[in-house]
């Protein structure tokens, strides 16, 4: 999901790593990978992350590119990843599918023209988190023994659920609606140059004196995943609205308008499937064992993830474990 109107109404500041020194972070997997994907597609050559057998692996070296960012600051990341995803969203999958298939059609046309600046912008538009990708991913995170989380349902909850019951610090995502699943606080921009946001959901519904039931009425209003919203209400008049009416259900009266599943979506994000876990937060990255199954078993151009490997040794070092393989 992604409502980034709601970004009109979150409470956001930026943070200095500093400040964030020695936390977790349960990262949105799904997220975070296709972001470092997409980039590397558009500006590395395929050759670079193409086996010989054809296979695409442009994921390894966005990982080997990305993860630094959390060693240098001291940040332990925990990867959570997707589980089943709701008939609800089914939707929404099928229309970025149907986004997919026109892109790859002027993709196709791009290369019969000899565009290159085209065809890298639309290699970069039709990536696709293939199961290769997600058990390469899964396998090379091990490796470096960053911890995995398996959520039953949406990642972004499982995220949202583990920083309120206190299990890791933060939820890393750049979707603005961790705060519909409750998310206390929420890391942006964790795959930008810079200092990351920082999302505050107490001061979000203080800023608008709202209740969390509230703020997701108004998303509701405005449109999520799991449904189109009403046309004409943005954020601001969303608020307006239910502080006026109460609750969806009278505002929708008001306006004569009808809206599908509002109990449900509601449900989804106040009750989200989510699952208490444990997570170990002394790693101990097999550096070595990494550095091979990238370059020798998936045949990634070295040049490509030295400077990223490099940067994780230095990085261990400088935090004091230095007792990697």
């Known amino acids: 999901m ?19 020194e020695g936390s977790t972070v349960a990262v949105d997997a799904h997220n975070w990978l296709y972001r470092y994907l997409t980039t590397t597609v558009k500006w590395t050559s395929d050759s670079a992350y193409t086996t010989a057998d054809g296979t695409e692996v442009a994921n390894l070296i966005g990982i080997v590119q990305g993860l630094p960012k959390f060693f240098v600051h001291d940040l332990t990341p925990v990867f959570v990843f997707d589980g089943a995803v709701t008939d609800l969203k089914e939707e929404e999958i099928e229309d970025r599918r149907a986004q997919r ?6 993709l196709e046309t791009a290369r019969e023209e000899g565009d290159p600046v085209a065809v890298a912008r639309l290699e970069s538009r039709t990536q696709r988190l293939t199961d290769t990708i997600l058990s390469t991913t899964r396998e090379l995170l091990t490796l470096l023994d960053v911890p995995i989380v398996e959520a039953p349902s949406e990642g972004e909850s499982q995220c949202a659920h583990m920083a309120r019951t206190g299990t890791v610090d933060y939820a890393g995502t750049e979707d603005y609606d961790a705060l519909l699943f409750g998310a206390p606080y929420t890391l942006r921009q964790l795959t930008s140059k810079g200092d990351p946001e920082l999302m505050d959901f107490e001061k979000t519904l203080a800023r608008h004196d709202i209740t969390w039931e509230q703020l997701v009425e108004v998303a509701l209003l405005c449109g999520t995943d799991f449904n189109d919203g009403i046309t004409g209400i943005g954020p601001k008049t969303g608020v307006k609205l239910i502080k006026e009416h109460g609750t969806i259900d009278a505002v929708l009266t008001h306006r004569g308008e009808e809206m599908a599943h509002v109990d449900r979506i509601r449900e989804l994000f106040l009750q989200p ?45 400088q935090t004091g474990l230095d007792n990697w393989t």
């Open 2 to 20: 992604g409502n980034a109107d709601l970004r009109q109404l979150a409470a956001i500041e930026s943070v200095s790593f500093d400040a964030l």
């Open 101 to 106: 298939e026109q892109y790859e059609s002027q």
């Open 273 to 317: 499937n989510v699952r208490d876990v444990e997570v170990e937060t002394d790693i101990s990255p097999d550096v070595e064992a990494a550095r091979e199954f990238v370059i020798d078993q998936w045949e990634v151009t070295p040049d490509e993830v030295a400077r990223g490997f490099e940067r994780i040794e230095e990085s261990l070092v």
